[in-house]
């Protein structure tokens, strides 16, 4: 049994599809496919979707080389749509956005409580950095950073430690979540040079916080 075949297209052949960046959960943009541009995603590992506007199937990055590498393919409870993970190489929008959901319609609520920063920003900010990596800009100081070479990274990392043991020492708290997300951004940084995922320290505190 082919893998889609459960699937339900529409009266023109086409799912909606929606597009998630793996390592942040952002979502990216929501497309079309066919069974063709479905079937051809999972034959090749990257992203291709059905433009109904130009009647015709297209890979994602065909021309701005900004592709996405398949991680996983979900459908929903009535497999009526789909939800595809991925690794986005530079931006997923057209207008250059790294979202086609970059505007807002109605304003979160200022006066409710924000509750705790979520850790997802760390792999949101990953994402970021592994992007000014493989795709470098004169006016980034992680693209400067990185192209510098281990070494500067390295410097800046133990700079950023001592920053913070200093500003441990003290009593003023903002200091000390200043100068921790400096060392933190650093860390991260120094992960993309080495290319390591932080999924792979986060199974480790797992591995450690079971035994």
């Not at 595809?84 to 250059?96: D, K």
């Not at 043991?165 to 933190?184: F, H, S, W």
């Amino acid at each position: 049994m082919n893998a889609i075949d459960g699937l339900t297209f529409d009266e023109q052949g086409l799912i909606p599809t929606v597009v998630q960046e793996r390592e942040t959960g952002e979502v990216l943009m929501l497309a079309y496919m066919n069974a063709e541009s479905l079937e051809r995603t999972i034959a090749t590992g990257e992203t291709h979707f059905w433009s109904r506007s130009r009647d015709r199937l297209w890979r994602k990055g065909e021309t701005s080389g900004h592709t996405q590498t398949v991680v996983e393919i979900r459908f929903d409870c009535d497999a009526d749509a789909l939800l595809v993970r991925v690794h986005q190489r530079g931006v997923a929008c057209h207008t250059g956005e790294r979202s086609c959901f970059h505007r807002t319609l109605v304003e979160p609520d200022s006066s409710a409580p924000s509750g705790t920063a979520s850790s997802a920003i760390l792999d949101e900010l990953f994402a970021v950095i592994r992007d000014r990596k493989e795709n470098p800009c004169p006016d980034s100081y992680t693209a400067n950073l990185l192209s510098d070479g281990v070494e500067r990274v390295l410097k800046k990392v133990g700079e950023e430690a001592a920053e913070v043991i200093i500003a441990a020492m003290g009593d003023d708290r903002d200091e000390i979540v200043y100068e921790t997300a400096d060392l933190l951004y650093h860390l991260l940084v120094l992960l993309a040079e080495r290319g390591v995922e932080p999924e792979t320290v986060y199974a480790e505190l797992r591995r450690r916080r079971r035994a």
